[in-house]
């Protein structure tokens, strides 16, 4: 069974309904899910997973949420 990581940030709900549709879908393809925040998820965690799913809404000019989503991304 692979395992996958759903690692993302949501402001108004809308990041979080597609995270848990992603999670689900990989569910029912016979994978093992782990939905995280971005402060629950880091570089010495990728070795862990087979798959990574990354979402966060896109800021302004298309950029990544700045405060937590962007650094945990930069770091990964």
Request: proline share 4%; net charge negative; with cysteine.
């Amino acid at each position: 069974m692979s395992k996958v990581a759903v690692v993302f940030w949501s402001g108004t709900g809308n990041t979080k309904a597609m995270a848990d549709a992603v999670a689900q879908g990989a569910r029912g393809a016979g994978a093992s899910v782990d939905v995280l925040g971005p402060s629950d998820f880091n570089a010495t965690k990728v070795t862990a997973y087979d798959g990574i799913a990354f979402g966060c809404p896109a800021m302004g000019a298309e950029v990544l949420e700045e405060d937590e989503f962007e650094p945990m991304f930069a770091d990964v």
